[in-house]
């Protein structure tokens, strides 16, 4: 059995997929990369991934399937994932090779030890294209660093950072236990990923290493601003998801909740800004819709989300109120360097 399996979803990626792919065999033998060509068409996608596979027989293999989107592609990887861990990599993304050594190294340690270990946490880098200076998420003063802990350890958390897919390193048969089954055809399913499993959750490590490289910058990319207005209902379906799981959870912990209600403030923060930014008055409808939702649904969260500083930030009364609300949000974004 291999200690980690890493699902790379590829769609017409000839461009980039190599240096993602490439950074990835350094884990030898203990890796299994899972390349999932997802009905690419229009370029050689398919060829690459079968000549990494005919090339590395031992540590690649490839799986065709006709396109199922990225949700339907980490769908795949998880069914035919053989290891004990389970990664998502997107094509046009890259790891770094010491924390990935770093990273092999206590999987390898945790195994062989007492404890089941569900969650590693490390840390990924915004690598925007043209950005002189590279922001890097860490999580020093959400987690307890260098040692398995449980919700019950924490006992403090303070949510300043977002958990993103990038983040993560699940235990592969957690993934299947929760049921996680990501909407095909769906963009933002990865928000989706770093958050249903999590009530799953008892132990977590959190490796101060920058691990993940995430890129920035081409203009037909999902998390591109104008992009994401174009896809806003895909956005709010995967919001709406996320708030009725949230309201069937009733027995977390205080620092389980709290974290998962983090998660869900700031994707519900993300599509009010998106919906704010259409500026149409169907935007601001579904605006209000959503926050109703949210009401209706979980009351609980809602209180705890909507009188937030982002969610209150989000519902500024009139057009005043709306251009407050952009203002914090490019604020937000020039600090953090995403979109």
Same mark, same amino acid.
């Given at each position: 059995m291999k200690l980690l399996s890493i699902a790379?979803? !590829?769609? =017409?990626? /000839?461009?980039?997929?190599?240096? !993602?792919?490439?950074?990835? *065999?350094?884990?030898?033998?203990?890796?299994?990369?899972?390349? +999932? $060509?997802?009905?690419?068409?229009?370029?050689?996608?398919?060829?690459?991934? $079968?000549?990494?596979?005919?090339?590395?027989?031992?540590?690649?293999?490839?799986?065709?399937?006709? =396109?199922k989107g990225h949700g339907g592609a980490v769908n795949t990887g998880i069914s035919k994932a053989d290891g004990l861990y389970f990664k998502v990599v997107d094509s046009d993304d890259w790891v770094n090779i010491d924390a990935y050594k770093k990273i092999l190294e206590l999987l390898d340690e945790v195994t062989r030890g007492p404890r089941t270990l569900d969650v590693l946490i490390s840390n990924y880098v915004y690598e925007k294209e043209g950005a002189k200076k590279k922001r890097v998420m860490r999580y020093p003063h959400e987690f307890p660093?260098?040692?398995?802990?449980?919700?019950?350890?924490?006992? =403090?958390?303070? #949510?300043?950072?977002?958990?993103?897919?990038? %983040?993560?390193?699940?235990?592969?048969? *957690?993934?299947?236990? !929760?049921?996680?089954?990501l909407p095909e055809h769906t963009f933002y399913v990865d928000n989706l990923f770093a958050f249903i499993p999590f009530p799953y959750v008892k132990t977590l490590y959190y490796l101060d290493v920058n691990f993940y490289r995430y890129f920035i910058g081409r203009a037909d990319q999902s998390v591109n601003e104008d992009v994401m207005i174009g896809r806003v209902d895909q956005q709010l379906n995967v919001n709406y998801e996320m708030i009725e799981y949230m309201g069937r959870q009733k027995s977390l912990s205080r620092p389980q909740?709290?974290? #998962?209600?983090? /998660?869900?403030?700031? +994707?519900?923060?993300?599509?009010? +800004?998106?919906? +704010?930014?259409?500026?149409?008055?169907? %935007?601001?409808?579904?605006?209000?819709?959503?926050? $109703?939702?949210?009401?209706?649904?979980?009351?609980?969260?809602?209180?705890?989300?909507?009188?937030?500083?982002?969610?209150?930030? #989000?519902n500024l009364p009139g057009k005043g109120g709306r251009k407050v609300s952009i203002t914090g949000y490019k604020i937000v974004q020039k600090l953090y360097g995403f979109n």
């Open positions: 790379v979803p !590829c769609y =017409n990626s /000839s461009a980039y997929m190599r240096k !993602c792919i490439d950074s990835l *065999l350094v884990g030898g033998d203990e890796v299994e990369i899972l390349i +999932i $060509d997802d009905g690419s068409t229009k370029d050689d996608t398919a060829k690459i991934a $079968d000549e990494y596979a005919a090339k590395y027989p031992d540590i690649v293999r490839t799986i065709h399937q006709e =396109n660093e260098g040692e398995m802990f449980e919700w019950s350890d924490i006992k =403090n958390l303070r #949510m300043t950072h977002y958990v993103l897919m990038h %983040s993560l390193i699940f235990r592969t048969s *957690l993934l299947r236990e !929760c049921g996680l089954k909740r709290k974290f #998962m209600l983090h /998660s869900l403030g700031i +994707i519900m923060t993300v599509s009010s +800004i998106m919906l +704010i930014r259409a500026d149409t008055p169907e %935007s601001l409808e579904k605006k209000r819709q959503l926050w $109703d939702y949210l009401k209706k649904h979980d009351p609980l969260a809602y209180f705890s989300i909507r009188w937030g500083l982002t969610g209150g930030a #989000m």
